[in-house]
């Protein structure tokens, strides 16, 4: 019996047990521990427990591909399934409004602070109440003392679906569904005191977790020879049509399965989320957020939002709220930063009204470099080499984690700027709704995907980010640094299928576009995400130096990346916001390109912001207001990852072309006077070139500004164009666009080759010219 399989009927079987077993709670314990011990260890299951066993491998031995017409054939199959009303609970929750509890403060150490107390809770706390972890009696001590000792007993890990990506999907005994859903939203709560949980739980008859939502009787649910008869019923055509499939059986099945069980948890979740008490529980309502009183004349913590309860003898002796406090000893934590953290122990030990003095303690979690420290590792013992290659620019000397933005770009080319990159899963949405229909396949897939963006990111950090040294620091706080090697990146989040990393400027796009193909490409390692459907790589893809080395077939699910290229003192909150709409503007064109070319890759935007005020809005009105004219425009983000790698190429052929930096400029200055002017332009600085004519002629015009129609031998560069309308009922119209722009602003920002103690200095003191 397979490891998912074992689970799954464990976790069925232990809540059916718990339903029906009417025993003393003792011998209630004795009988489910029994069924949870023969399961494991594939033993004949005892005369004793057989019944509920049976059922749950009934129901898991369901094949596949069975999908009844009628609900009679459903009864006659399965009578005993059909008959079975014993109620199983599910629970789903989380953290919400996750971006605002982290990016309320306004230093990186906090941010990092809040982000891994979430991890914490979420990968460490969550499962621990389960007995899953490596904390489990810390959790369980917990959990009795704040009147949920009962779930010590009640939950087993089996019963976890998935925890990954800020919530958890779980399996409950039927009676402790509301508690346990409590017990998730008070855990947040306790340990954070302001960030926003939520948590709801239903319960299930057994058969509905293979055929979704049914009726009670179960005669009077909508089935397939209804629905057929129905199919331009605008609500049985809006409940059914989540896809663009446009069979109807397909799409009923697609929707009557397990994953509308899970619809049904989500609905919940946003209507308690949004402050709404829940329907037909006892349960405490969440209407009002966790909230701190303030008073005009108290003195208020660094965010300005609670008052301040204790002075700390921290540099600059800032005062801090408890939750701040929590948020800064657990980013200090994290980086190991052991110098100052005895002002917590001496300002924060609170005492309750018993006298009793209590300190809240944030626990171990291991920080994102100790963890790529330890894939490193792993690569290491499979006889890659690569701890000794990854290493070997320091000489032997010791390698520290960067303890703030400065340090990062004080090692970026030109110093002083880093990249903020926002990638996401695309299509995850969709390959749920068509392939993942049973808990065990949750519970795989989370396990396939997480895996396989923690993969990408290391692999894509080893690939372009060496260790680095820090030199010209000159703040007292951090000159003492000067010398120490450093890893060079700064990992605010990896989870589920979304990472936020922060590196120098200068590899941003290259670690970008490594982790969405290093993502695909680990993803593929697992059955079941391959695609057999090819594209047209000259409709999909603008750059046609060379073809991409793999179009023939695709991986089902990709990458989308934000960008954004901007000086280490840009305010990390407005940071992440423009990475977030470069985000979104990525994966735009991500869901365009597959709905018109059945492309499913990865794609890439980004920005290089030089001046903190260059957007006086948001990222689209910039570019339509200031970087378009009529069907001209000044740029060519966002761009798929095999244009991003011909972006990069092209830079790069001109760095080492030694091209002038003053025509880059002209040329990209004359862009705005129209095409005709800019083409006529370009060829006059062209043929007067002394250096670069040849590699512009091959990496740029040959490469991207090929007109469409091959009847035309015309010179297009330096614009390309597309065939574009704005709605299906427009007519199409030419757009010309230009990476001249783009290549104008990665100039600076590139390198010809990995950074060496001796060049690194020389290549930082290189400004950027505008």
Known sequence: MNDSRTRTITALAWCLAWSKNNDRIQDKLSTLHQIRQTLKDDQDVPESIKSVVTQAQQLYDIPEKYFPNTLKDLEKDYQDLWNDKTPIGLVYGGATKIKQYVFEAAKLNDIRGASALLDRINLDDLPGFFGDGSHVRRIHKWLINNEFADLTKALIPELIIYSTGGSILAFCPAAFT???????????????????????????????????????PIENTLWLEEYRKKPNNPIIKAYFDQSSESDPEKKFWQRKNFNELVGKLANQFTHRRNGNASPKTERPSRSYPPMFETH??????????????????????PSFSDALARKVIVGQHSKR???????????????????????????????????????????????????????????????????????????????????????????????????IRTPEKYREFSEQV???????????LKKHLKPRQLNHLTDPDNAYRNGQWIYPF?????????????????????????????????????????????????????YQGEKPSEYTYQCELSMSAGVLITAENTPIYYAEELTNQLLKSSKKLAKDLKRDYQYYGGTVDFLALKAVTMIASNIKDFREEGLTKDNLKFYASPYTLHELGGLLQTVEVLKKANFPKSQLYQIRSLLERGKHTAILNYRYFRVRLQQGQNELETDFEKAWCKPKDETNHGNLAP???????????????????????????????????EQTPANQGEQQEQGVNQ
């Open 178 to 216: 509301d508690k346990l859903a409590n017990a998730i939203e008070k855990r947040y709560t306790h340990e954070t005191l302001t960030a926003n949980s939520c948590a709801v739980g239903d319960t299930f008859r057994l058969l509905e977790f293979r055929f979704g939502l049914l009726q009670n």
């Open 490 to 542: 700064e990992i605010i989040t990896i989870g589920g299928d979304d990472v936020l990393l922060i590196v120098p400027a200068d590899k941003a796009l290259d670690i970008a576009k490594s982790i969405g193909e290093e993502f695909e490409r680990e993803i593929l390692k697992s059955p079941g995400f391959r695609l057999n459907t090819p594209y047209d790589p000259e409709k999909v893809h603008r």
């Open 337 to 435: 930063d052991g110098l100052r953290q005895g002002w917590y122990d001496e300002k924060f030990g609170f005492c309750r009204k018993s006298g009793k003095k209590e300190l809240w303690k944030p626990g171990y979690f291991p920080s994102w470099v100790t963890r790529f420290r330890q894939f490193l590792e792993g690569e290491n013992h499979e006889g890659s080499g690569c701890l000794e290659e990854y290493y070997r620019v320091t000489e032997g000397s010791p390698v520290t984690q960067a303890l703030s933005l400065r340090e990062i770009g004080n090692v970026s080319t030109p110093r002083g700027f880093v990249g903020y990159i926002y990638a996401d899963g695309n299509n995850m949405g969709g390959y749920l709704r068509q392939h």
């Open 719 to 753: 614009w390309m164009s597309r065939k574009s309308k704005e709605s299906d009922a427009d007519a199409e119209k030419t757009i010309y666009e230009t990476i001249w722009r783009d290549l104008v602003d990665l100039y600076p920002f590139l390198i010809e080759k």
């Open 296 to 317: 005009p004349y108290l003195q208020r913590d660094e965010t300005d939002n609670r008052s301040a309860v204790a002075e700390t003898n921290l540099p600059g002796t």
């Open 450 to 460: 997480l895996k396989a963006t923690q993969n990408s990111v290391y692999i894509a």
